[in-house]
């Protein structure tokens, strides 16, 4: 499967327009690819209540999952106040649910161009039942 790391930044950049950080003011797009290929975004959205936000990687991956993937091959993460912003690590054990019979790809933006990393070495050892 072929992947366009510039496309799917594009589509976390414009979905990091949608987020809702008003407390943060740190605003941050996701785009998820799934087995199938097909694409899906998410932003952060924040709560009065601090400890009930979500995060942008963890929005896009419920998006993918409740349209039936089941394995996420990549996920792309941008965020305009931010060069190169790495996914925190409550997403990281997420992904790494979902990584199925991949090494998902974790795309960020460095300097404007797209950097890919692997969710095995962002999260050696990784929890899975
Ligand atoms: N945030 C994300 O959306 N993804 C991350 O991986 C890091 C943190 C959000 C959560 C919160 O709304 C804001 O960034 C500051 O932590």
Avoid at 82 to 106: H, M
């Amino acid at each position: 499967m072929d992947i366009d790391y510039r496309c799917m930044l594009n589509i976390a950049k414009e979905a990091s327009k949608n987020s809702y950080a008003p407390f943060s003011k740190f605003h941050v797009g996701a785009c998820v690819m799934g087995a199938s290929g097909n694409l899906y975004k998410g932003c952060n959205f924040e709560n009065s209540s601090f400890g009930l936000t979500i995060c942008a990687e963890r929005c896009a991956i419920g998006n993918a999952i409740s349209n039936g993937e089941k394995q996420i091959l990549a996920v792309a993460i941008f965020s305009p106040e931010s060069d190169e912003c790495y996914p925190c690590g409550a997403c990281r054990q997420v992904i790494y649910e979902f990584k199925g019979d991949f090494d998902t790809e974790i795309i960020t933006e460095k300097d404007g161009n797209p950097k890919i990393d692997k969710i095995s070495s962002l999260l050696p050892y990784g929890f899975k039942i």
